[in-house]
């Protein structure tokens, strides 16, 4: 059974227990430095950190007045996910999940089974489709949908977010005809007839999503609780949003007013919302739990479904070089415009075409400006052309990276963009070779948040099953130690965070987790089965697990 404490007492928790805590027999890690540094007991006082080292020095220095035994568990620094959706999370908690579900068969199974089982929603709304999963590995069709019902819309997710699948219903909402064009950034695929079928790319997709009824602030509060609960059990203490629209940026501000977000939320804003002016006006907000001082904007699409723009075109696709979104002029005016109010730029870049115009626009920057004091991020920074990776270094741009995107799309990459350009995709040691620092998240719910599970792909290029052998491409991973700071003191600073977490230091807030395996053990083999035995944060403990 797990326990999370209520939302709502936590403002009342974090402003008690101020009482020195020590707690110990533990096996503590974190990256204090660039080194890994290991302790078996942390001495706390209300929020901060007065001490970790051994129990009898500590013992020596300090007073406290509360003992408490660790039992042994190993103790970690609250970890960081740099890269998540928390309103998307939120949502699909609460919708229909096709998470790896093999046959198109499958997948029209689940959503009869939801639709009958919620007869009050007049909008089906799902996501996690994956039709690489599938026999045929083809795009499905209205048809299908259309089998489940056609009097209510049913609108469906891809995996990564960058194609929709919609029923006649649907289309027929958003005004979607054999007669509507592609928008720019975004495509209609249709038949031989020229009749929609069902599956939208990109910046299509908004022609459909428009039409769904938007939630109320309160439902959107209520998806982030759930979201925020959800990550606290996998032990992650902090988040970088990656893209809020106007709504969940009002949530977030109401929501750190009354001091009830329970982990530290770094915000960035949505560079498509129409309030983004308004948004970057209002300057940079600074709360103990709540950060927004940056701007998510788009390139590209997603390897998956081959919008992901590519310098050459997709080796099983002669005729396509996927979806640039923006003209070089276009971005850098968006660049200029953002850099002005002195917010940082974190830009999503999957394919090498992508990344380069990106990296070439930071590079103009950087003539205009300091840019290294912005610490600008390229998000995913997936498939980069070989002797583009030095540029990172060059123009201090982070690499904001998911290690679980390696080991989901290795069954497809290399099918999409052949054995000489995957030299670049992925390539966490070789951004390492390069003094590029590399901030790692999960993109849920793109991916499962648990970021054991990308601690587990970053280690070892592997699947769950322990596929393949060797590792997919498998000199380029991490050691423990580099994968652990991915996900910790780099996510700190990529957030302008790091004085006050990412490592457990005397000074430092008081964010920790108990675990029940050790990452550096030499059997690292089950690290992805890893479970958040207690979640801390600011010295209270708010999440434990009972079995």
């Avoid at 060797?470 to 991973?477: F, H, I, L, M, R």
């Amino acid at each position: 059974m797990k326990i999370v404490i209520s939302l709502i007492l936590l403002s009342i928790s974090f402003a008690s227990h101020a009482l020195p805590k020590l707690l110990h027999n533990v096996k503590g890690y974190s990256i204090n430095n660039g080194e890994l540094v290991t302790f078996n007991s942390i001495l706390f006082e209300a929020d901060t950190i007065l001490a970790i080292g051994n129990k009898q020095d500590i013992a020596k220095k300090a007073s406290f007045s509360l003992s408490i035994d660790g039992k042994g568990k190993i103790l970690l620094p609250g970890l960081i996910d740099s890269h998540g959706h928390l309103l998307g999370l939120g949502n699909n908690l609460q919708l229909i999940d096709l998470r790896n579900i093999a046959s198109v068969e499958a997948s029209i199974e689940k959503v009869t089974g939801y639709t009958k089982n919620n007869p009050q929603k007049h909008w089906i709304l799902g996501r996690g489709w994956n039709q690489v999963l599938w026999q045929p590995q083809e795009f499905p069709s209205k048809k299908d949908l259309d089998k489940v019902t056609k009097d209510r819309p049913i609108w469906l997710r891809r995996i990564d977010g960058h194609a929709g699948w919609a029923n006649s219903k649907a289309l027929e909402l958003a005004g979607i005809s054999s007669k509507t064009p592609d928008p720019k950034g975004g495509k209609i695929l249709k038949n031989k007839k020229g009749e929609p079928t069902g599956i939208l790319i990109d910046t299509a997709m908004d022609l459909l999503e428009d039409k769904i009824p938007p939630q109320s602030q309160l439902e959107i509060e209520n998806s982030l609780q759930i979201a925020f609960e959800h990550l606290l059990s996998l032990g992650i203490t902090s988040v970088h949003d990656a893209g809020i629209d106007f709504n969940t940026y009002k949530a977030l501000l109401n929501l750190s007013d009354k001091k009830q977000l329970p982990i530290r939320v770094y915000g960035m804003l949505s560079g498509g919302d129409k309030n983004l002016s308004t948004m970057l006006k209002l300057g940079k907000v600074d709360q103990p739990f709540l950060k927004i001082q940056s701007v998510k904007l788009y390139s590209d699409g997603a390897l998956g479904s081959r919008g992901a723009a590519l310098i050459e075109p997709y080796s099983d696709d002669a005729d396509n070089t996927g979806l640039l979104f923006k003209s070089d002029k276009e971005l850098q005016s968006i660049f200029d415009t953002i850099s002005s109010y002195d917010f940082q730029i974190n830009v999503h870049a999957i394919g090498d075409k992508a990344n380069k115009q990106v990296l070439n626009a930071f590079a103009q920057l950087h003539k205009k400006s300091s840019i290294k004091n912005k610490r600008h991020r390229i998000e995913h920074a997936q498939v980069v052309s070989v002797g583009d990776i030095p540029k990172f270094s060059q123009l201090g741009i982070i690499a904001s990276m998911q290690p679980t995107h390696a080991t989901s799309d290795m069954n497809m990459a290399e099918d999409r963009v052949g054995s000489e350009r995957i030299k670049g995709a992925y390539a966490w040691r070789r951004m390492l070779e390069n003094n590029v620092l590399i901030a790692s998240g999960s993109d849920f719910p793109v991916e499962l948040a648990n970021p054991f599970h990308g601690l587990f792909s970053a280690i070892k290029r592997q699947d769950h099953e322990g596929k393949p052998q060797n590792g997919w491409y498998s000199e380029q991973a991490l050691t423990p130690a580099e994968a652990l700071t991915s996900f910790t003191i780099n996510g700190a600073y990529a957030s302008f965070w790091e004085k006050q977490i990412g490592s457990l230091e005397a000074g430092k807030k008081a964010d920790f987790i108990l675990v029940d395996k050790d990452i550096f053990s030499k059997d690292v083999k089950d690290i992805w089965q890893t479970k958040a035995l207690e979640t801390w944060v600011n010295g209270v403990q708010i999440f434990i697990t009972s079995e």
